[in-house]
């Protein structure tokens, strides 16, 4: 069994909506060729895991044997005797001409009823992944879900690779490469799983994947309809290795795994199509399951191999981990019999969560929208108002540039310009998107989010007029190449902008232009688009001189940085913002190299005597924020600083498109001079590595515990000394930890950190 391979960072617990009902993928239609018997014949499959079919090219229905043999259905939806060939015999084309073919497909439908579908209504559960919050138990979403922020750049996932009977798994150092290995390329890949979302979150959510191999004494077949036993048997297998701790797995503490990928040895056709999709243990008989200390709800499962030689691609993972994340289906899920073949208007290959995951053969899915994005908490977009100048746009891809407008708490538009770069390469087209973007509870807990051809609720406005017909339509670049303004027919102005009732925002689009990557629109007709401008941003400076009194146990000096938050218009809400992701502050190197990675208390950064940004231990000067006051806190390392020595620190606030660099000059002043501010010491306890340091602590008795994450107390310790260091043990597995020290004359203090 491979053990994972823990990385150093510390763990990371931030937020994400989880929803429980089954989300599945569309099947790629596009026709292969399999050996009937002694004839090859092109069939396609169509649907997704759900319910699906297949058919010859020409729209006929059929369905193979016991021996893997296929035949034509007849009118009454059973398979015939007419076996399907591709030089049509002459008894073939009576027979055909016989056929309703539509008909077929209604009848065929009601009589296979969709599998893993959670029944309408049913609990919706969303969960979070952050840390000192627990899931949200409510019934239903109240709102548009927005905020709920999947983030972390070390936020752990157990995948399971599972064999059978006659079945091996595949090597697990190429799975984990390629779910994990920056860079991955091969098989036309544009990168690793950790890749996409590492690109689509702007560096915010950075998931790992750790590695396990499981074998079960079954075929993989025989688990087809009866997946839940497959997680059981799986699950069971975990509890008897000793290496595999449930604990990593379940970010926010509320005693679940946070998602449980299982992938199977072999192809989906070999194990008939077996899993695909993302479910949950509550809804299936056999309930949630134990594994170690935590319960396995969530899953989903997906098969190791494309063919003999060849790993599946990454998009079904993409997508169905998405469904993870909370994103619901983008295509039409549950089509009705008669209008079964019509997929549009919808998202097609625009989205990773339609059609668009099969962009360059599954190896280079489609990065998130402005909406997907704005879901996650990974942008702020910009409100569009009507201005007397030019607006310009930057490839969201790269910048996470995108507007916003909004109908109601329910309904918005979003703007956002998509080229063919990076994981967009192979988009239909190039151009500005538009999106309407419409929730309904209902709708949205039962993963319809595009069923009603009348009224799509994730719905991509398309410029041109270019109709998609049918769902092998959705995966034909022919019929997307419009979609973009200007797209393939110039489309230059746009003035829909209104609600489902019929309410005109007031708003429209004129002199739409590309030109070098970037969407160049005016909102006035009368106004002459400028294609030289740079995109709207804003950058700003500061620069603080900072006394800093020499201290023997961290004492900082505060600094008012209210006109920092006031030019960032974000004075009364930084904190909030921080916390959901959409305030980001980073470290500078003198060079001007970012360092997201926080290394002093968040949000804060150490910096050594060169001004780069540096672990606590080389550090020398912090800085951090308490932005609810509006103040910095800058402070020193004890005993490694001399009255009279400068050192340098700065940072970045960004929000949106607007950043703020901070720069401060720090004086080592002597403690006698009475005209710095001090607050009073907030660092007496702090863990690095695998040590805790406590300095400078009140005289007497003191009463230090030390608690995992879960609340066991794992160590507890009485001192008298005002510094101390215990260094605790670095086997076994990175540990989350809380220590408390308190005293009679000592205010209680608390720090948490990870042991490694």
């Known amino acids: ?155 752990r996932f157990p995948v399971i690779l599972v064999a059978g009977t006659g079945k091996s798994n595949c090597s697990s150092a190429d799975m984990s490469d390629m779910l994990n290995k920056e860079g991955y390329s091969k098989n036309n890949h544009n990168g690793s799983v950790k890749d996409y979302f590492k690109s689509a979150s702007n560096g915010q959510f950075i998931p790992t994947f750790d590695v396990y191999s499981v074998s079960v004494n079954k075929q993989l077949v025989s688990y087809n309809d009866n997946e839940g036993q497959l997680v059981v048997d799986v699950v069971n297998q975990l509890n008897s290795n000793p290496d595999f701790n449930a604990r990593l797995y379940d970010a926010d503490n509320d005693g679940e795994i946070d998602a449980f990928a299982i992938l199977y040895a072999g192809t989906e056709a070999e194990s008939d199509y077996l899993g695909g999709y993302q479910y949950a243990m509550m809804w299936e008989a056999e309930g949630m399951q134990r594994l170690g200390s935590k319960k396995v709800n969530e899953y989903l499962i997906l098969p190791q191999m494309e063919n003999r030689y060849k790993l599946a691609p990454i998009c079904s993972f993409v997508h169905e981990f998405s469904h993870a994340m909370g994103l619901k289906d983008h295509y039409s899920v549950r089509n009705h019999p008669e209008t079964f073949t019509t997929q549009y208007p919808g998202a097609h290959a625009w989205d990773v969560m339609s059609t668009g995951m099969y962009n360059n053969g599954g190896g280079c899915p489609p990065g998130y ?203 009364n809400k930084a904190d909030s913002l921080y916390e959901t992701g959409a305030l980001k502050i980073f470290g500078l190197n003198p060079d001007e190299t970012r360092v997201d990675q926080m290394t002093a208390i968040a949000p804060g950064h150490w910096f050594n005597k060169n001004g780069d940004v540096s672990s606590y231990d080389e550090g020398y000067v912090y800085a951090e924020y308490t932005l609810k006051d509006q103040i910095a806190r800058i402070g020193h390392y004890p005993n490694k600083v001399k009255a009279g020595e400068h050192y340098y620190a700065w940072q970045g606030l960004k929000i949106g498109k607007f950043v703020a660099y901070i720069s401060y000059i720090i004086t080592i002043a002597d403690t006698t001079n009475a005209g710095v501010t001090n607050e009073q010491q907030t660092r007496q306890a702090i863990l690095a590595d695998n040590k805790l340091k406590l300095n400078s602590l009140a005289h007497g008795q003191k009463h230090l515990k030390v608690f995992d994450i879960a609340g066991q107390l794992l160590y507890t310790e009485n001192f008298e000394e005002s510094e101390k260091t215990i260094e605790f043990d670095k086997t076994g597995n990175n540990r989350v930890v809380i220590v408390t020290v308190e005293g009679d004359k000592q205010e209680k203090i608390t720090c948490k950190g990870v042991i490694k």
């Open 1 to 155: 069994m491979l053990t994972p391979k823990h990385i150093k960072s510390a763990l990371t617990l931030l937020g994400c909506v989880f929803g429980l009902c089954a989300k599945a993928a569309p099947y790629d239609p596009t026709p292969y060729t399999v050996d009937n018997k002694g004839e090859e014949i092109t069939i396609q499959h169509i649907g997704d895991e759900h319910y699906s079919y297949y058919q010859t090219t020409d729209g006929y229905l059929v369905d193979k044997d016991a021996n893997g043999t296929y035949y034509y259905l007849n009118n009454d939806g059973q398979t015939s005797s007419v076996k399907v060939s591709n030089q049509h015999t002459t008894k073939e084309l009576e027979f055909l001409l016989s056929l309703n073919a539509n008909s077929i497909k209604q009848i065929h439908k009601q009589k296979h009823p969709a599998k893993h579908v959670r029944p309408y209504n049913g609990e919706n559960r969303p969960k979070v992944w952050v840390s000192g919050k627990t899931a949200n138990n409510t019934n239903s979403l109240k709102r548009m879900p927005s905020g709920n922020n999947c983030m972390g750049t070390d936020v």
């Open 369 to 571: 929208s402005a909406y997907e994005k704005d879901f996650m908490g990974w942008i702020n977009p910009t409100s569009l108002t009507t201005t007397d100048g030019t607006t310009a746009i930057k490839p969201l891809i790269t910048t996470q540039d995108a507007y916003k407008i909004v109908v109601s708490e329910n309904e918005c538009f979003y703007i956002e310009n998509r080229q063919k770069i990076d994981w967009d390469a192979s988009l239909p087209n190039h151009g500005m998107l538009i999106w309407h973007i419409d929730f309904d509870q209902r709708v949205w807990d039962n993963d319809e989010m595009n069923d009603d051809e009348a009224h799509q609720r994730v719905d991509l406005v398309e410029a041109g007029n270019v109709p998609v017909i049918s769902y092998y339509d959705g995966f034909e670049i022919d019929h997307l190449i419009d979609d973009p303004f200007p797209g393939s027919q110039n489309v230059t102005s746009f003035n829909r902008f209104k609600s489902w009732t019929g309410k005109d925002l007031g708003i429209s689009l004129y002199h739409i232009t590309e030109k070098d990557y970037n969407i160049f629109f005016t909102t006035k007709e009368d106004v002459e688009v400028n294609t030289n401008i740079e995109p709207d941003s804003a950058f700003y400076s500061f620069k603080y001189e900072v006394k800093l009194p020499l201290s023997d146990n961290y004492q900082p000096t505060t600094v008012d940085i209210s006109e920092v938050l006031e030019k960032l218009d974000i004075s």
